[in-house]
């Protein structure tokens, strides 16, 4: 029975694979097709490709451990303000300048002023710096597939220790990293045909009913409610500086905003779409599934009596225990979890690769082939430095380890500036009303809160992510990550210094 199960499982993965890799060839096509000025038709197709990039490791594996670090309700509640005011905004304007310039992000600022392609490379570092340890978490996630069914379930007691001593093993991790990554690889050289629809339609669906029943199972236990009411019973008392940058840096991470990935998206467009309904939808599914991943992880958390500070590990320790008693059933639906953890892990990093692959091929003029091989023997030598830096080996920058720099860098910095450019370029650069063109498909399309949202863009975003930046800067010297951050602010000076020969 465990062998079938597990090779129903291997099939599972490789069958589905192709089905995964449709996103890339969704890019590859609409590259295709950009240049003959022809569009993509479907736009459920387009839905699941910009869903598949936002929901991800952000949604399931980050947004719970980060709620429970950052004092849950609380933090909780500003990141829903965020991702409702700036989120929506900015992937908003993402779309839209990208479908306007009908360019990929580094092109689409090149192409109105060269000073300004800097902030699309800060979106290429970033996209690198993230794959500098996703395919980490990415290569956790594929190795607890096989875990499960390798008697991981069958001492729950055990299954914290096996998660702290797996991820600081100086060879395992690394090899399911390096499986992790190839895929990737293999994805986005490759670009094999298939439909986005099928991929998107199957797994999405799958992951959802799978955090359900965790839900349901976890609300049945013992002292589960008070999971539920750390999660959204803010208290008011727990919310500073750091809480309020952690908000907004998971709020752009998990968007997949701040690194032009939508704009390059965006650039692929029909322009009969709603950019406004199109970017409401998949700002809701996002932010729909981390919620519903909070409420899977906490309720059990609270009934197993583990810390809400219990950091990275904590959806590798809270399913297997959830599942644990359950017998085969508890096996399949484990298995089942990391599976499709694993593929939403997939379409959110061959959307990150293929940033940096497409900047390489666009502006340094490489093949395909190089670009993706440059790019991931780089992301290969950054993902084993993260990994070792998890057992205390390798180098670290002002006392960090290689995979909370890389994480912090982008969650923290890269991203939420990114985004402040992206809202100061649309905001300032670009004209009012060829922007409320692009947006309302020129006057098509009604959008009664254009006013309202171009404020937001012009004014209220910049000036909010300028201060929360500020303020969480400032107080990140208390815990000591002060110097790292400057550090990102000078990297960030030095390209626009140096923007014109970017
Ligand atoms: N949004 C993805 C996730 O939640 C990560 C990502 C960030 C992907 C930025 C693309 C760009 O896992």
Redesign the pocket.
């Known amino acids: 029975m465990k062998h079938l199960v597990i090779y129903a499982i291997i099939n599972l993965v490789f069958g589905k694979l192709h089905l995964v890799v449709t996103q890339i060839d969704y890019i590859l096509k609409r590259r295709q097709r950009m240049k003959k000025r022809e569009k993509w038709g479907s736009k459920i197709g387009f839905i699941m490709a910009a869903a598949g ?7 399931i ?2 947004f719970p451990y980060t709620a429970g670090e950052n004092g849950g309700g609380a933090f909780v509640l500003i990141y829903l303000i965020f991702v409702a005011l700036i989120g929506f905004s900015v992937m908003l304007a993402e779309f839209a300048v990208g479908r306007r310039k009908n360019l990929a992000a580094v092109g689409a600022y090149k192409s109105v002023d060269k000073r300004w392609t800097f902030a699309g490379v800060i979106g290429v570092l ?2 690198l710096l ?1 794959m500098g340890f ?1 395919p980490v978490v990415g290569g956790w996630a594929l190795a607890y597939i096989f875990k499960v069914f390798n008697g991981l379930l069958s001492s729950p007691d055990q299954i914290g220790t096996i998660f702290d001593s797996f991820i600081v093993n100086p060879t395992q991790p690394l090899i399911w990293m390096g499986i992790y990554l190839l895929l990737n690889v293999v994805i986005v050289s490759r670009g094999v045909s298939s439909g986005i629809e099928k991929a998107g339609k199957i797994l999405m669906p799958l992951l959802f009913l799978i955090l359900i029943v965790i839900t349901i199972k976890g609300l049945t236990l013992k002292g589960a409610f008070e999971g539920v009411e750390f999660l959204f019973k803010p208290d008011f008392s727990k919310i500073t500086a750091k809480v309020i940058l952690s908000a907004l840096g998971q709020a ?8 032009g ?1 939508m704009i390059t998206y965006g650039s692929y467009l029909d322009k009969k779409e709603n950019l406004v309904s199109n970017a409401g939808l998949v700002t809701a599914m ?1 932010t729909g599934v981390a919620l519903l991943a909070g409420l899977a992880m906490f309720p059990a958390m609270f009934a197993f009596n583990i810390e809400p500070a219990a950091g990275p590990g904590l959806v590798f320790v809270v399913v297997p225990q959830l599942f644990a008693d359950m017998g085969s059933v508890g096996l399949i639906f484990a298995g089942l979890f990391f599976l499709a953890l694993t593929v ?2 997939l379409t ?2 061959v ?2 690769l293929e ?1 940096v692959v497409a900047y390489l091929i666009d502006e340094k003029n490489m093949s395909r082939i190089k670009a993706v091989s440059v790019s991931a023997t780089i992301m290969v030598i950054m993902c084993v430095l993260a990994s070792l830096s998890l057992g205390g080996i390798g180098p670290t920058i002002l006392g960090k380890g290689l995979f909370d720099v890389f994480d912090l860098l982008t969650d923290k910095i890269f ?1 939420a500036i990114g985004g402040l450019l992206l809202a100061v370029f649309a905001g300032w650069k670009l004209d009012k009303e060829e922007l409320k063109n692009e947006v309302t498909n020129g006057g098509a399309v009604k959008f009664g809160l254009f006013g309202f949202w171009y404020a937001l863009i012009k004014y209220v975003i910049p000036v909010t992510i300028a201060i929360v930046a500020a303020s969480g800067i400032y107080s990140g010297f208390q815990s000591g990550v002060g110097g790292l951050m400057v550090m990102g602010v000078a990297i960030i000076g030095i390209l626009a210094i140096f923007s014109k020969k970017l």
Not at 53 to 59: F, H, Q, R
Not at 252 to 259: K, P, Q, Y
């Open positions: 990039s936002a929901v991800g490791l952000g949604n594996w980050k970033s996209g993230i996703y752009f991470f998990s968007l997949s905003l701040g690194m990935c996002d939403a892990a959110s990093s959307s990150l940033v991203l």
